[in-house]
């Protein structure tokens, strides 16, 4: 598979579980490197999953 489509996977992945699990967002918002460590995305694909999530926040 093809490591950029791979990564916009993951991301979905983490989005939709961030979307449906407050705990997780909530990790995920305080903690973004810590959380994102624990996938194995690229720098790129981490920084999209960051700006996403502070959009989601406000």
Do not use: C, G, H
């Amino acid at each position: 598979m093809d490591p950029r489509q791979k990564d916009a996977e993951m991301i979905s992945d983490i989005l939709l579980r961030a979307a449906s699990e407050p705990e997780f967002r909530n990790q995920l918002v305080k903690e973004p490197s810590k959380v994102l460590e624990q996938y194995n995305i690229s720098p790129k694909a981490k920084s999209i999953i960051r700006k996403s999530i502070v959009d989601l926040t406000q």
